[in-house]
């Protein structure tokens, strides 16, 4: 978060499960930056992408595309946000993403199991709370 308000930076990271070919790759990257537009980010940038993660389940994974996004921390913006995400997912029905939000990681999946629902809820549960603990030590509120 910065001294802007609730402002924080998220990079997401788009995962294939086997390569699609770039041109592919930069035609779903461009169709996810037009959704994204329609919310209230302050900022999408691309990011150069990289290797694999440790403990990818297939070795064919690869980093399609990454993005580093600029948005506030109101709850109902980050939900949206990872609404989205799961549901361009889902219409892909391939993949995952990685979303880091400060010091909060999400993974996503095509997939809407039980533990996944959990894992979106405790992240944010997490934000939430580290939001309103910056507030408060903004407003001098040390109690």
Known sequence: MDSHGDLAEATIRLWHDESTGMR???????AL???LAGLA???VTPLSA??????TRSAEAWEAAALVIVLRTAPTLVRSL???LQDWLRRRNSGSIEMKLGEHEL????TGRAEQREAIEH????VERDRDAARSAESGDHG
């Open 24 to 30: 592919m790759a930069e035609a779903e990257t461009a």
């Open 33 to 35: 930056m037009a959704e």
């Open 41 to 43: 980010l302050h900022r």
């Open 50 to 55: 990289g290797p694999a993660p440790v403990g």
């Open 82 to 84: 990872v609404g989205l």
């Open 107 to 110: 993974r996503l999946t095509s």
């Open 123 to 126: 992240f944010f549960t997490s």
